[in-house]
């Protein structure tokens, strides 16, 4: 029984290039939440999804960001011409209703 | 809007010892309280969840205990060992499931 698999584990782009993050959430779970972890500071959420639907993106910066949860296929985080400050840990976690969030490892975003 | 704190935010203790971790949190209609811990570079692993109807819960070493009414919740490790050595994170839902985070307490355990 995989947990929450995110990928990639690193990931670097050059400034104004797009980055794609994945998660595939834990086998039944219907839904994903998205947080971003800057050095030395604590979580903070992005997003929450269920399946084709966004339910909360109070944490999303209004521009260059956006995420899906498709029917078929794994959760994206998409982040547009990105700039040094994109540069953080990118954490996915799934759960059932009601029920403990599982992380999954993260994706470490470096801007050059 | 909630607000978690986590005190202290750093503490080293001798291997052996039973210590105790914070967390407070400003909005007390919650539905539950989770604890999380971090190893550095790793994604974060879920210990405790309480419930808001419950005081307590309890995992091998690991105790949380929940007080909704003054809104703190603690986290009690009993006889700590090295491999205990992690960031420790409270996390509290709101009523959209969205989890607001402590800064996490980092603690060293010395062997």
């Known amino acids: 029984n995989a947990g929450v698999m995110q990928n990639p584990r690193h990931l670097v782009r050059r400034r104004g290039q797009e980055a794609r993050l994945r998660c595939s959430p834990m086998k039944g779970h219907s839904h994903v939440y998205w947080y971003r972890q800057l050095p030395e500071e604590g979580l903070k959420f992005m997003v929450y999804l269920q399946k084709e639907n966004i339910i909360d993106e109070s944490g999303m910066p209004k521009e260059r960001f956006s995420a899906e949860f498709p029917k078929e296929g794994p959760s994206i985080l998409r982040i547009q011409q990105v700039v040094r400050g994109d540069s953080a840990a990118y954490f996915c976690?799934?759960?059932?209703?009601?029920?403990?969030?599982?992380f999954g490892n993260g994706t470490r975003l470096t801007v050059t | 809007k909630q607000e978690v704190t986590q005190i202290p935010a750093a503490l080293s203790v001798p291997e052996g010892e039973n210590l105790v971790l914070n967390c407070s949190f400003t909005?007390?209609?919650?539905?539950?309280l989770q604890w999380f811990r971090q190893d550095p570079g790793k994604g974060l692993t879920s210990l405790l969840l309480i419930q808001s109807s419950q005081r307590e819960q309890t995992s091998g070493r690991l105790n949380a205990s929940l007080d909704k009414s003054s809104g703190r919740s603690t986290l009690y490790i009993a006889a700590s060992q090295p491999g205990d050595s992690a960031t420790y994170l409270c996390?509290?839902?709101?009523?959209?499931?969205?989890?607001?985070f402590g800064t996490g307490t980092s603690l060293t355990v010395i062997p």
């Open positions: 976690a799934s759960s059932l209703a009601d029920s403990p969030l599982h």
């Open positions: 909005d007390s209609a919650i539905y539950n």
């Open positions: 996390a509290v839902p709101n009523t959209g499931n969205q989890f607001y």
